[in-house]
């Protein structure tokens, strides 16, 4: 299951991405929940502390244009956040 914010790169709700992972949860279902956008350096730990996993694109692009390339600096600071879940 995906919760996305409203457009490409708007933040999730978290109250609705929590609804998900409670709904997920009384299921019982074994279906991984991901966050669909709105995933950056400053928000992954907050998201995957719900979500199984995140899909990631407009927060790894210079200037957080979907058009622009990936930064390598904003690649580093994201999976620096990650790295600090896998501890």
């Not at 457009?7 to 019982?28: I, K, M």
């Not at 927060?59 to 690649?75: F, I, Q």
Request: aromatic share 0%; with cysteine.
């Amino acid at each position: 299951m995906i919760v996305s914010g409203s457009a490409t790169g708007s933040a999730v709700d978290t109250d609705t991405l929590e609804q998900a992972a409670a709904a997920c949860s009384e299921r019982e279902l074994s279906t991984p929940l991901l966050v669909g956008s709105g995933v950056a350096s400053e928000s992954v730990v907050r998201l995957l502390s719900v979500a199984d996993g995140a899909i990631v694109g407009t927060a790894l692009k210079e200037g957080e244009n979907p058009t622009n390339p990936v930064s390598v600096d904003r690649v580093e600071r994201l999976m620096t956040a990650v790295e600090t879940l896998r501890d």
